[in-house]
């Protein structure tokens, strides 16, 4: 199995563009989760999805932030605009049986 | 708020001398489980130890979960300089039963050859 596969590995972007990354879970999982993590406040779990339905968003800092999952394979968390405060690693990860998770090796954005 | 807090924050040995990181959590728990970060890369699963549990080990881990304390401890023997990482305890936990993990602020752990 590929395991959790995110795109891009890395952003570099101006304030004020959007920004969107990419996660597909590993196939047959039914959980799906985005975390943001940064030196200042570590790992914060974003949303999470279960069967493609966002369970929990309560994570997701504000308006800016939106997050999809239109099937099983794909998922993507949009920032429109980004601010340099986004600026941190974002990991997707997904689990069966809402068990352990599997992460993905983080989409490192930077926000000019 | 953070549910997991581990103790120490940073840890240096020596290969070959055996590592304990600690972590603390507020509310009552289904599972808690122990990830392992190397730089620049994603977290990776070592150990899940659920509430009616109270050791586990797993090669050269052994976690122990005191549920009276919340508290749970996680031993590496005879480190190894590949064991060099950061280590995070995430619990998951109540009633809501949710798989919802909330992630304590890690052990930068570095064994020196």
């Known amino acids: 199995d590929a395991g959790v596969i995110q795109s891009p590995r890395h952003e570099v972007t101006e304030m004020g563009q959007e920004v969107t990354l990419r996660c597909k879970p590993i196939?047959?999982?039914?959980?799906l989760f985005w975390y943001r993590q940064t030196m200042m406040r570590g790992l914060e779990l974003l949303i999470y999805?279960?069967?493609?339905?966002?369970?929990?968003d309560s994570g997701m800092p504000e308006d800016r932030f939106s997050a999809k999952m239109p099937n099983a394979s794909f998922s993507t968390l949009k920032i429109q605009p980004s601010e340099p405060r986004d600026s941190a690693v974002y990991f997707c990860?997904?689990?069966?049986?809402?068990?352990?998770?599997?992460f993905g090796p983080g989409t490192r954005l930077t926000v000019l | 708020s953070q549910q997991g807090e581990e103790d120490p924050q940073a840890l240096s040995i020596q290969e070959g001398e055996n590592a304990t990181m600690n972590c603390s959590y507020k509310?009552?728990?289904?599972?808690l489980q122990w990830y392992r970060q190397n730089s620049g890369r994603g977290l990776v699963h070592l150990i899940l130890?659920?509430?009616?549990?109270r050791e586990k080990h797993s090669g050269r881990l052994r976690v122990t979960l005191d549920t009276s304390k919340k508290s749970s401890s996680l031993l590496i023997t005879a480190s190894r300089a590949a064991d060099t990482a950061s280590y995070f305890c995430?619990?998951?936990?109540?009633?809501?039963?949710?798989?919802?993990?909330?992630f304590g602020q890690g052990t930068t752990l570095q064994v020196k050859p």
């Open positions: 130890i659920r509430s009616n549990e």
């Open positions: 995430a619990t998951e936990g109540g009633s809501s039963n949710t798989g919802k993990l909330i």
């Open positions: 999805f279960n069967n493609n339905v966002p369970i929990d």
């Open positions: 196939s047959g999982h039914d959980y």
């Open positions: 990860a997904s689990s069966f049986v809402k068990d352990t998770q599997y």
């Open positions: 509310t009552s728990i289904n599972n």
